[in-house]
């Protein structure tokens, strides 16, 4: 069963997230049926089996600059697709996934989706 988890966007920063060419309405977080997991987020994307994915909790209260739009942390190797301030579900890899800012790959991604308890349950069973 294919399940997507959409972004919760903080309307304040469309302006912002219109820059990576977010859409709203269909970027998220996808896991498919063949067990791929995939994440959106306008021109960038990051994709992996489920089966890297070594677990997901849910993180909170950011500052809206370190997590609204695409980037990379300044501290790790991890990536943020972020689209708002209140939270959001860090999901750890067992591999680094490579993406357009690092061939390299990145042990993390954090996702700034509506249903964390969700994702985080989804991803841990």
């Avoid at 089966?51 to 997901?56: C, K, L």
């Amino acid at each position: 069963m294919r399940d997507t988890y959409l972004y919760a966007v903080d309307t304040r920063f469309i302006p912002i997230l219109a820059l990576f060419g977010l859409r709203a309405k269909t970027d998220g977080v996808t896991v498919e049926p063949d067990g791929q997991f995939l994440a959106t987020f306008g021109w960038f994307h990051l994709a992996t089996p489920i089966s890297n994915v070594e677990g997901a909790h849910v993180t909170n209260d950011y500052r809206w600059w370190t997590a609204v739009g695409a980037r990379t942390s300044w501290v790790d190797d991890g990536l943020t697709f972020g689209t708002n301030a209140n939270a959001g579900v860090c999901v750890h890899f067992k591999e680094k996934v490579p993406s357009l800012f690092s061939r390299k790959g990145h042990s993390a991604l954090t996702v700034t989706v509506q249903d964390v308890e969700g994702l985080v349950e989804r991803l841990s069973g």
